[in-house]
């Protein structure tokens, strides 16, 4: 669970105590949410691990079970909650997320507002990006989705910073009191341009807006609906490319130029031979690069406007 300590400064560095949420992780895509239990259990395929034995431990520990596998016990955080989190609507990812808190430019201390809370993955890091003076202010329309994501701001120790309401953002804007008060607004809503007129009373003069949107469509209504009172509108596209890297033994020629492009032929050769027509042919661990088989394609369009400032 995250910790806020006297200082206000979120904070895992201390020990794992009986109650709080871990992620234990099993390898780079199998992780869960694990809430420790004085009295329970952990079973998986490495075998059987008892909470007890990892309360007093620190995050990041490597524990073992009775049969000898091991996992270990991670803080988390919203880089991790949003792999393991219960998806009760499509999510943001990191790519689209880092560039979402850093475009906003959201720092300690900042109001932000959200409509759309969802599953709460965007949530959780504009939290931590506020901390520890800030507010998330996060509305949703389905009352059992907010009071959902009002628990998992409870497991992860964020409720002091996120208050999750219920309201139809886009047919009765937000709520007046935020009025001029907020210093970033983000939409996630199947017609954004409704909320636009809402959020240009929300914002601090200079304050600035996102719109999520999967359809290159809803973007261009929400881009004629923020010419009117908003200025510097940027469309952005996050394309995230992943690589493997690993060592792998390659057969090549000596003076076969060709047969070392896209890796990083290694100093040692582990042996050689005569090939059919006279050439020497080695075989020697590499270290080969290719795209991952899983990269993640498209998943929305993220809109920037600037709210102008009237003089």
């Known amino acids: 669970m995250l910790l806020i300590d006297p200082a206000k400064k979120i904070s895992f560095q201390r020990c794992i105590s009986d109650g709080d949420l871990v992620i234990v992780y099993e390898r780079h895509d199998t992780m869960k949410a694990v809430k420790v239990c004085e009295g329970s259990m952990l079973q998986n395929r490495f075998g059987v691990f008892k909470h007890s034995e990892w309360i007093g431990k620190t995050f990041g520990s490597k524990v073992f079970s009775n049969k000898g596998g091991f996992v270990y016990l991670l803080a988390p955080t919203p880089e991790l909650w949003t792999l393991v989190l219960s998806h009760r609507t499509q ?3 990191v790519a689209d997320i880092s560039f979402v808190v850093m475009y906003l430019e959201i720092v300690p201390g900042c109001l932000v507002l959200e409509s759309g809370t969802g599953s709460g993955s965007l949530t959780t890091s504009l939290a931590r990006a506020v901390a520890p003076t800030g507010h998330v202010y996060t509305f949703d329309f389905h009352e059992q989705r ?6 998992d701001f ?3 120790g964020l409720s002091s910073l996120v208050t999750v309401g219920v309201r139809d953002i886009q047919g009765e804007g937000f709520p007046v009191e935020f009025s001029g008060l907020a210093d970033s607004v983000f939409l996630d809503l199947p017609q954004p341009w409704l909320a636009i007129p809402s959020t240009g009373k929300m914002l601090k003069k200079d ?7 999967p359809c290159i469509e809803q973007v261009q209504r929400s881009s004629e609906a923020l010419r009117l009172n908003f200025t510097d509108i940027r469309t952005f596209e996050v394309l995230l490319r992943t690589y493997e890297v690993r060592e792998a033994k390659m057969d090549c020629c000596e003076g076969d130029e060709g047969a070392s492009l896209g890796s990083l032929p290694l100093k040692r050769r582990q042996r050689s031979s005569e090939g059919s027509n006279g050439q020497e042919i080695s075989t020697s661990p590499t270290v080969m690069a290719k795209p991952s088989g899983e990269a993640r394609g498209h998943t929305g369009y993220l809109t920037f406007a600037r709210l102008k400032c009237l003089s």
């Open 207 to 213: 304050g600035i807006i996102c719109s999520f949107s």
């Open 154 to 156: 409870e497991r992860t």
């Open 146 to 151: 907010a009071a959902s994501a009002r628990e």
């Open 91 to 93: 999510i943001l990812y």
